[in-house]
């Protein structure tokens, strides 16, 4: 089951299965609060808004595609494909991007790429599909799965504040690496995409706190409990939202 995370209601019925799902995590989410969805436009251009901020400041990522979105109109990935590099290149993409970009605008020119399909397809093969591609790494693949896609079970492992987040909420001694990030998610499939929100919302938290990030400081001892008993291989089963007027 593929759960899709296009609305807040989508958002806040995953957290509360979630939750049931890891006990673990109510001292969290009673901390942070209900996430909010954040979402950003899907297909072509959502994937080329991610990378054209990789590796850049908030504003100078906004900055290029302001300029790139002003260039093109509309800005889909004919348009990139057709466009001289020396054109991308002014507008402030660098050149590992133009090849990233023009790559990708071949791909699904010629059908060997459908972007919108990975919504529906188990998380892993949808990383392993985009990270196939020129130019896109995990994290790349992880956020446009989750972002653009809703994809409720993406899991961006490779995301330092989540990583950071996961140390201290589960009392690990030292901060996870991609690597490790993927078995300590596994209590939370088939909704790792509504974890993360939950663990972003926590970081931001202990970002006000002094002392917490970079830190010694020592894990809050309700989130220190040993790890529930063993995933079942049962899929977990959101309940549908009410109508209003339905009884309960």
Request: positive net charge; aromatic residues 6%.
């Amino acid at each position: 089951m593929t759960v899709h995370l296009n609305t807040q209601a989508d958002l806040e019925d995953a957290v509360h299965a979630l939750v049931r799902q890891d006990p673990r995590l109510q001292p969290i989410l009673d901390m942070t609060g209900m996430p909010a969805l954040r979402r950003r436009e899907p297909g072509f251009a959502g994937l080329a808004h991610i990378i054209t901020g990789q590796q850049l400041s908030t504003a100078s990522a906004a900055a290029i595609w302001t300029r790139l979105s002003a260039a093109f109109d509309p800005f889909d990935y004919q348009s990139v494909r057709k466009a001289r590099a020396d054109r991308l290149g002014r507008l402030g993409l660098s050149a590992a991007k133009i090849k990233t970009l023009k790559n990708i605008a071949r791909e699904l020119a010629a059908e060997r790429l459908n972007l919108a399909v990975l919504a529906n397809e188990d998380a892993d093969i949808a990383h392993n599909t985009l990270t196939a591609l020129h130019g896109i790494g995990p994290w790349t693949a992880d956020v446009y799965l989750l972002f653009c896609l809703g994809h409720g079970d993406a899991w961006p492992a490779g995301d330092l504040a989540v990583q950071e987040a996961v140390k201290i909420g589960l009392g690990l001694k030292a901060r996870p690496t991609e690597k490790e990030m993927a078995p300590l998610a596994e209590p939370w499939r088939p909704l790792r995409g509504a974890a993360a929100h939950i663990w972003w919302s926590y970081y931001r938290v202990l970002k006000h706190r002094e002392g917490v990030i970079g830190g010694e400081a020592k894990p809050n001892a309700v989130l220190n409990k040993p790890p529930v008993a063993k995933r079942s291989s049962a899929r977990v089963r959101i309940p549908a939202r009410k109508k209003p007027g339905e009884q309960k």
